[in-house]
């Protein structure tokens, strides 16, 4: 069991651009969860996966965003049209059905000029 | 909605005990989470109250009161290296967690 990981850890981008964002959860769980975070905030719901299922999407999730998950197991974060707004650490988490706790990666830190 | 109130910072003294609390609004609840998450890191789990009462692992506690909406976090024995942020979640539902926005404890010498 490697735990939650992400890639990049970092990504500096320039405004306008799409960047992407991976996800490969701990492999038994089939949930998988997206967060933000910016500084001196707690993480902010984003979205949610069930195996490939999109189950919940956040309000905050704008139609630049987009998750996919598509075999169940890792999910990819495209964010298009980056504003500096987006600016922030993108945090995956993933948990099994049964069980109550979420494991967070390490977290993609984004920085859009 | 959901709201969550938690103290912005604390301070304490290395080997003292600290109570950090957190307070909550929302329906459906099933669940309350405490992580602490160090500058630049992801949370970590420390622990997890869905019933009324403290639940106790190593050196942290957790209590809950559901009727009061009330949760804390207590730390004892403390270390340099629980300097950190230390964030309250509750769950509402099946899914998602919603977060404070943390508590920032610092432990001097």
């Given at each position: 069991d490697?735990?939650?990981?992400?890639?990049?850890?970092?990504?500096?981008?320039?405004?306008?651009?799409?960047?992407?964002?991976?996800?490969?959860?701990?492999?038994?769980?089939?949930?998988?969860?997206?967060?933000?975070?910016?500084?001196?905030?707690?993480?902010?719901?984003?979205?949610?996966?069930?195996?490939?299922?999109?189950?919940?999407?956040?309000?905050?999730?704008?139609?630049?965003?987009?998750?996919?998950?598509?075999?169940?197991?890792?999910?990819?974060?495209?964010?298009?049209?980056t504003?500096?707004?987006?600016?922030?650490?993108?945090?995956?988490?993933?948990?099994?059905?049964?069980?109550?706790?979420?494991?967070?990666?390490?977290?993609?830190?984004?920085?859009?000029? | 909605?959901?709201?969550?109130?938690?103290?912005?910072?604390?301070?304490?003294?290395?080997?003292?005990?600290?109570?950090?609390?957190?307070?909550?609004?929302?329906?459906?609840?099933?669940?309350?989470f405490?992580?602490?998450q160090?500058?630049?890191?992801?949370?970590?789990?420390?622990?997890?109250?869905?019933?009324?009462?403290?639940?106790?692992k190593?050196?942290?506690?957790?209590?809950?009161s559901?009727?009061?909406?009330?949760?804390?976090?207590?730390?004892?024995?403390?270390?340099?290296?629980?300097?950190?942020?230390?964030?309250?979640?509750?769950?509402?539902?099946?899914?998602?967690?919603?977060?404070?926005?943390?508590?920032?404890?610092?432990?001097?010498?």
């Amino acid at each position: 069991d490697t735990g939650v990981s992400q890639d990049p850890r970092h990504k500096i981008t320039k405004r306008g651009q799409n960047v992407t964002f991976r996800c490969d959860p701990i492999s038994e769980h089939n949930r998988l969860y997206w967060y933000r975070q910016t500084l001196g905030q707690g993480p902010e719901f984003l979205t949610y996966f069930q195996n490939e299922a999109q189950l919940e999407k956040s309000r905050l999730l704008s139609d630049r965003f987009s998750a996919e998950r598509p075999k169940g197991s890792f999910s990819t974060l495209e964010i298009q049209r980056t504003e500096q707004g987006d600016s922030a650490m993108y945090l995956c988490a993933s948990s099994n059905r049964g069980q109550e706790t979420q494991y967070f990666g390490p977290g993609t830190r984004l920085l859009v000029l | 909605g959901q709201n969550i109130d938690q103290p912005t910072e604390m301070t304490a003294t290395e080997g003292a005990i600290v109570q950090i609390n957190c307070t909550y609004q929302t329906s459906g609840f099933n669940g309350l989470f405490w992580y602490q998450q160090h500058a630049g890191e992801a949370p970590t789990f420390l622990s997890y109250n869905v019933l009324d009462g403290l639940e106790e692992k190593g050196r942290f506690s957790s209590f809950l009161s559901r009727s009061k909406g009330y949760s804390y976090l207590l730390l004892k024995e403390l270390q340099m290296k629980d300097s950190a942020s230390y964030l309250c979640a509750v769950r509402a539902g099946y899914s998602t967690l919603t977060f404070g926005k943390g508590t920032m404890l610092l432990v001097s010498p």
